[in-house]
């Protein structure tokens, strides 16, 4: 039963143009949701991460939105660069059940020139 | 450098070869987890431990075993490797839970039981 779902195992995006990474959950307890960015043969990164209380997180370049009566959040990267090429796992938590991080199963952009 | 310390990074042993992951971090964190990532599944959680002498299972715990006898370690054994176990795990580590504390993550170690 998969809890955190990210439906498009890939992305395409053009330099300069915006990314745009989803994210859906089924568990009502989540309260709390992270993106982690991971390059080949390294652990993840922490990325950003918003509480359920909120409906946008923003840091830099990065900006996550949670709509809760959807279920659903996204990972918006502007203006998207070669760095930024990676899989992105998305993750929820339930805080108070035992902090179990409970991610979905990537996505892989790739940010071409 | 704060960093989470796996070894080791690449091991292929034979079907009940008990073997040991071990994992380290610097940073005096309580909270420490470890997680397996195969294709088509993303990462999921083995075991985690909210402090020393606390560990608990995560969503995949059958076959492993884990101990937290002090702050900056939390090995991972396996005591009758199988084949289904093969895949990349990683330890992870943060202040306190994961919900608004950044996790740092060790390097992974790819593990083929044959």
């Known amino acids: 039963d998969q809890q955190v779902k990210q439906n498009s195992p890939s992305l395409s995006v053009q330099e300069g143009r915006i990314s745009i990474l989803n994210c859906d959950y089924t568990n009502s307890m989540f309260d709390y949701f992270l993106w982690y960015k991971k390059y080949p043969a390294e652990g993840p990164t922490f990325l950003i991460s918003i509480s359920s209380i909120k409906d946008k997180n923003e840091d830099g370049r990065f900006t996550v939105f949670l709509n809760k009566s959807a279920k659903h959040l996204s990972l918006h990267i502007v203006p998207s660069q070669p760095g930024d090429s990676a899989v992105y796992f998305c993750?929820?938590?339930?805080?108070?059940?035992?902090?179990?991080?409970?991610f979905g199963t990537g996505t892989q952009l790739k940010v071409e020139l | 450098e704060a960093q989470v310390t796996q070894n080791p990074r690449y091991l292929i042993t034979v079907t009940g070869k008990k073997l040991t992951v071990t994992c380290s971090q610097n940073?005096?964190?309580?909270?420490m987890s470890w997680y397996r990532q195969d294709p088509g599944l993303g990462l999921r959680q083995i075991y985690y431990s909210m402090n020393v002498e606390v560990t608990d299972k995560g969503d995949v715990p059958e076959g492993y075993k884990v101990s937290r006898k002090e702050k900056r370690n939390f090995p991972l054994i396996l005591e009758s490797p199988s084949p289904n176990q093969t895949s990349l795990y990683f330890c992870?580590?943060?202040?306190?839970?994961?919900?608004?504390?950044?996790?740092?993550f060790g390097q992974g170690t790819r593990l083929t039981v044959v």
């Open positions: 992870a580590s943060s202040l306190r839970g994961l919900g608004n504390t950044e996790a740092f």
């Open positions: 940073m005096n964190h309580e909270y």
């Open positions: 993750a929820a938590i339930f805080t108070g059940g035992g902090n179990k991080l409970t």
